[in-house]
C-alpha cells in the first residue's frame, strides 16, 4: 500500500539481492527512466557483495521504503482510521534535484550513500564516503575519494 505516498507514479520493476527481498519497498512520485532505475539496481547488486563481505544479514538489517522524488515535498496519507501513529524509515532520492546534476555517476554515488547511511547503520559522513567508494569501485574503478570529495554535493 505503499504507506499512503501520495501522487505515485508506477515504476518498472528491478532485480534485488536476496538479501533486500522484503527489506526495500520502492516508490516513486515521478518517472523514473530505464537507464536511472539500471543504476539503482546495480548499486543493490553491488552493496550485496560488499555486505556479504562484512557479515552483514538479511536479518540484522532493518527494512526501508525508498522514495524517487520529483517534487520538494513529500506527503503521506494516513488512510486507516484506527492508526494512531506509526513508524518507516525513509531513503528518499531528490531526483528534481540530482538530474540537474546532469552527471549519472553523481548520481549513481547518491544512490550508494544513501544506502550506506541506512544498511550498515553508518552515520559518520567520512566513513560513509569510504565505504560507498567500495560499492563505487564495482561500477566505475576510477573513481577516487578525491573524486567523492570533488562532488561534494550536499546529501543529508
Not at 5 to 21: G, L, T, Y
Amino acid at each position: 500500500n505503499n504507506m499512503g505516498v501520495r501522487n505515485v507514479v508506477p515504476i518498472h520493476d528491478i532485480v534485488k539481492p536476496d538479501i533486500f527481498e522484503d527489506k526495500i519497498e520502492l516508490i516513486s512520485t515521478c518517472e523514473m527512466s530505464i537507464d536511472e532505475l539500471k543504476a539503482f539496481a546495480l548499486v543493490l547488486k553491488y552493496a550485496a557483495v560488499v555486505m556479504e563481505k562484512d557479515g552483514i544479514t538479511k536479518e540484522s538489517i532493518k527494512k526501508a521504503s525508498v522514495v524517487f522524488l520529483d517534487s520538494d515535498e513529500l506527503i503521506i496519507d494516513e488512510e486507516d482510521e484506527k492508526c494512531c501513529a506509526s513508524t518507516f524509515s525513509l531513503i528518499i532520492y531528490h531526483m528534481n534535484r540530482l538530474r540537474k546534476t546532469n552527471n549519472f555517476l553523481i548520481i549513481t554515488y547518491a544512490y550508494i550513500e544513501e544506502i550506506v547511511h541506512h544498511f550498515w547503520n553508518i552515520h559518520d559522513e567520512t566513513e560513509v564516503k569510504y565505504k560507498g567508494l567500495e560499492i563505487m569501485k564495482y561500477l566505475n574503478p576510477n573513481v577516487t575519494i578525491d573524486t567523492l570529495k570533488r562532488w561534494n554535493i550536499n546529501w543529508k
